[in-house]
């Protein structure tokens, strides 16, 4: 008779601990996303901003990706393009945006993907576009310089938006998104990447700030939907 006893006690204890852990996991498990029903970039960015136009057969591009395989990819959506304007100046574009960034899956950031890519990374420094967010805060991300095999210079603007902030670094990318999960969110994010080839000559600040000026162009021609994607 104890022995039964003893077995329904261990039982209900182990029913309990077993639903306190789902319970625990359920809490712990982020389940809000911030972003539902979002814009088709591909569709919904202008071919057509101001002065610049869609270039077709556009060059490639550095890839978005470091060059890992995995299942798990943190785009849902890409989009990369050449945008020439009335005097020869071309600027590419690389567009990418997820709906659940994680600790092993999320944006990779440009001084990641150009290295992996066979590119030395030259210089990296802070950069505050010519854009603010809905609230009026301003858009912070990175310039970088980057050189290929052939010793060839290419400059590249980005930001990297996760949820309502920008990410400065790697760092940053994990604590915020640690912070998300812990609060119950899935939070989204974006790469938004402009950069041209240096040509020798070229005065690379211009260049920088005219690559940058394109950018925040592009958020502007971009109807409602899409800037909330871009930026926020």
């Given at each position: ?11 209900v ?18 389940t809000?996303h911030?972003i ?9 960015v ?6 610049w136009?869609?270039?077709p ?29 009335d005097?020869g ?5 690389a ?30 420094t802070?950069v ?11 858009v ?6 980057a050189?290929d095999r ?9 930001w ?23 609060a119950?969110?899935?939070?989204d994010?974006?790469l938004?990447r ?16 005219r ?8 958020v ?13």
């Open positions: 008779m104890k022995s039964s006893s003893s077995t329904l006690v261990r039982s204890i182990v029913s309990v601990i077993l639903g306190a852990s789902a319970v625990l996991a359920m809490v712990a498990t982020p809000v911030e539902q029903n979002a814009s088709i970039l591909e569709s919904s202008p071919r057509q901003i101001g002065p136009r869609e270039l057969n556009p060059r490639v591009q550095v890839s978005l990706s470091t060059g890992e395989t995995t299942y798990d990819q943190p785009y849902d959506q890409s989009v990369m393009r050449s945008y020439v304007d005097t100046h071309m600027i590419q574009v567009l990418a945006w997820g709906k659940r960034q994680r600790q092993e899956v999320k944006i990779h950031r440009p001084e990641l993907c150009y290295p992996a890519q066979g590119f030395t990374v030259e210089s990296l802070d505050t576009f010519p854009l603010s967010t809905p609230d009026g805060h301003p912070t991300g990175k310039r970088l310089m050189k052939n010793g060839n210079l290419e400059a590249v603007s980005y990297i938006r996760l949820g309502g902030t920008y990410s400065g670094n790697a760092w940053e990318t994990r604590l915020h998104i640690l912070k998300e999960g812990m119950g969110r899935i939070t994010g974006v938004v402009v950069s041209q080839r240096v040509v020798p000559g070229t005065n690379v600040d211009e260049l920088f700030q690559q940058e000026k394109f950018a925040a162009a592009m502007s021609a971009s109807p409602a939907e899409a800037r909330t994607l871009l930026v926020r």
